[in-house]
């Protein structure tokens, strides 16, 4: 969708954002940081964009629905034969 984001630093999370490129990650239950980073993304609409724009970059080169199938099928050929 090409937003900015701000999550926490998980594993699924950290996948996905990359702090201070895609979005920003902060400490699990730091709602001071996670706050600060949200208002540093609502204060500077280039920044938001700029940070959306990388985000949806990255997902379609990281996450392409057709190469995700592909990769699939043969861990299952791989697996079945």
Sequence with gaps: MSKPVV??????SQEIVLDGQ?????PINDAE????QLQKIL??????RKLGA??????????????????IVNAWEKIAI
Excluded: H, W, Y
């Design 7 to 12: 999550a926490t630093k998980t594993t699924g």
């Design 33 to 36: 940081k996670f706050t600060q």
């Design 22 to 26: 895609t979005g920003f990650l902060v």
């Design 54 to 71: 990388n985000a949806s970059k990255l997902v379609k080169e990281k996450f392409n629905r057709e190469k995700n199938i592909k990769q």
């Design 43 to 48: 204060a500077n609409p280039a920044l938001a």
